[in-house]
């Protein structure tokens, strides 16, 4: 996955809603351990992951639409269940995490939203 932000010196909270899942993409130990934006563009996963160590890549479960918001902010975010965490190498969103991000993010005064949507379908070889 490439994504071309081009705000440096900033951070990205990358969140996946898929047909039964919500996860944290980015900051996670899974595909991105790194969410401070350098340069564009951003590859997941990132060297140093657990699915580069392993050759694995985003996969996906079954057919249906997955869902990515991006956030980018200037500060980061400070939210147990939004940082690398060894325990929780791919983090599940709750709830709770989602309405603590929500206010922390009205505390701050620059950042952007992104979202992306895509159906996933059968591979036809």
């Not at 699915?51 to 869902?67: M, P, S, W």
Request: charged share 20%.
């Amino acid at each position: 996955m490439e994504l071309n932000l081009n705000y440096p010196q900033s951070y990205l909270l990358l969140l996946n809603r898929g047909l039964n899942t919500r996860f944290l993409v980015c900051p996670s130990l899974a595909f991105a351990p790194d969410n401070k934006i350098d340069q564009p563009p951003i590859l997941l996963p990132q060297m140093g992951s657990i699915a580069t160590q392993k050759n694995r890549f985003i996969k996906f479960d079954g057919e249906g639409v997955e869902e990515y918001l991006g956030i980018v902010s200037e500060k980061p975010i400070e939210i147990d269940g939004l940082t690398r965490n060894p325990k929780q190498q791919f983090p599940i969103l709750e709830d709770d995490i989602l309405n603590q991000l929500w206010q922390q993010l009205q505390q701050q005064q620059n950042w952007q939203v992104f979202y992306q949507s895509f159906q996933v379908v059968k591979h036809q070889p």
